[in-house]
């Protein structure tokens, strides 16, 4: 099992600056690429960002330029800079990590809330 807690979320004007944190542990050895997804009310569920391993980035078109995300491995954690925040930003947020084997199989964090308003 692999267990992914975020952290980070909270309250943030339009403009604003928010940096999120997922922490792994468990099974790390079964997990390769990790990422970001989000849920805002009504809507569905989207990638943000998503980094492999080996440091191989991509991005939803709608945070490029706006968000950065990053990994350490030898912490087993994954990071989400977002920067000029927008209110449609706001949304659930939510770690995910892929199973290295089983076809299909993600991990998920619970979630941490992020509202941007003013």
């Known amino acids: 099992q692999v267990q992914l807690v975020e952290s980070g979320g909270g309250l943030v004007q339009p403009g604003g600056s928010l940096r999120l944190s997922c922490a792994a542990s468990?099974?790390?050895?079964?997990?390769?690429?990790m990422g970001w997804y989000r849920q805002a009310p009504g809507k569905q569920r989207e990638l943000v960002a998503t980094?492999?391993?080996?440091?191989?980035?991509n991005y939803a078109d709608s945070v490029k330029g706006r968000f950065t995300i990053s990994r350490d491995n030898f912490k087993n954690t994954v990071s989400l800079q977002m920067n000029s925040l927008k209110p449609e930003d706001t949304a659930v947020y939510y770690c995910?990590?892929?199973?290295?084997?089983?076809?299909?199989?993600?991990?998920w964090g619970q979630g941490t809330q992020v509202t941007v308003s003013s």
């Open positions: 995910t990590a892929v199973h290295k084997v089983v076809r299909g199989y993600n991990y």
């Open positions: 468990g099974s790390i050895s079964s997990i390769n690429t």
């Open positions: 980094i492999t391993s080996g440091g191989s980035i």
